[in-house]
């Protein structure tokens, strides 16, 4: 699930975040998982946001503070 899993993997997969963070694997890969699977709907908790964005400034990759919300909807249309 997006946006966790295109960070993951941008980042080296699971393992190799959680080991950075100090966390054990399953939390990391939950943030792939829906809610009703234990997961968080592609949501890395914003206590990591920083640290990740270190992480990937260390080695080089890509990624902004952006990378972490989720995909924008379509508006609902109003019933007028």
Excluded: C
Excluded at 48 to 68: N, P
């Amino acid at each position: 699930m997006e946006p966790a899993q295109t960070i993951l993997t941008k980042l080296g997969g699971p393992t190799k975040v959680s080991k950075y963070l100090g966390i054990h694997r399953t939390r990391a890969s939950n943030w792939q998982r829906p809610r009703a699977k234990g997961g968080t709907d592609g949501v890395i908790p914003q206590r990591y946001h920083r640290q990740l964005l270190d992480y990937a400034a260390s080695v080089k990759v890509e990624l902004s503070a952006d990378d972490f919300l989720p995909a924008r909807t379509q508006p609902q249309e109003s019933a007028a």
